[in-house]
């Protein structure tokens, strides 16, 4: 059975930085695609960052691209969301998650999910 379990948000100031992270467990992740996702109150919740644990390859969303960086730490199995120059609007519940096979921006194509860690940017 796998297991996300994200940590590291909080209370930043606009402009701050923040470091999420997500530690899987349960099998390898080697042929996974891994995803960051948020959701704002009243919002669906939105593509952000996505990784393939195998080869490395990076997507992100418009609103955060040279903004957060997505990475691995392979011996941890761990992912990461470096969030830098971060805005009021980047405040929601970040969501990480896995897929079988390559990483997409589609949510409906991750089947596990972690409990989310709660983000807040003050202006």
């Known amino acids: 059975q796998v297991q996300l379990v994200e940590s590291g948000g909080g209370l930043v100031q606009a402009g701050g930085s923040l470091r999420l992270s997500c530690a899987a467990s349960?099998?390898?992740?080697?042929?996974?695609?891994m995803g960051w996702f948020r959701q704002a109150p009243g919002k669906e919740r939105d593509f952000v960052a996505a990784?393939?644990?195998?080869?490395?390859?990076?997507d992100y969303s418009d609103s955060v691209k040279g903004r957060f960086t997505i990475s691995r730490d392979n011996a941890k199995n761990t992912l990461y969301l470096q969030m830098n120059s971060l805005k009021p609007e980047d405040t929601a519940v970040y969501y990480c998650a896995v897929r079988m096979g390559i990483a997409t921006r589609e949510r409906g194509a991750y089947q596990y999910w972690g409990q989310g860690t709660q983000v807040t940017v003050s202006s």
């Open positions: 349960g099998r390898s992740f080697s042929s996974f695609g």
């Open positions: 990784l393939t644990w195998s080869g490395g390859h990076t």
